[in-house]
């Protein structure tokens, strides 16, 4: 799971970066975040909603073995100020 973790901050990281290496245009996509019951501890940041989605069913599927959708996880989605 810390592998996990470390390999979710690396990509937030690199993602920002190659956002914000676009010349100086603005990021189309707010910064949203999804976070997990307290007890397990996941959460994740991104600008990208697909990237998001994506990753939030993978740990729901193998961590907590539920199938989620898409539009399950739309509704966990908090803009970060």
Excluded at 30 to 45: A, H, Q, R, W, Y
Excluded at 56 to 81: Q, Y
Aim: one cysteine or more; charged letters at 25%.
């Amino acid at each position: 799971m810390l592998a996990f973790g470390l390999f979710l901050r690396f990509m937030q990281k690199f993602n920002a970066h190659k956002d914000n290496s676009g010349g100086g245009e603005k990021m189309k996509q707010e910064l949203k975040n999804v976070s997990c019951d307290p007890v397990c501890g996941f959460s994740i940041t991104s600008h990208d909603e697909k990237e998001l989605k994506a990753i939030v069913m993978t740990h729901a599927k193998k961590t907590h073995h539920m199938d989620m959708t898409g539009r399950e996880v739309e509704g966990m989605m908090k803009m970060v100020a």
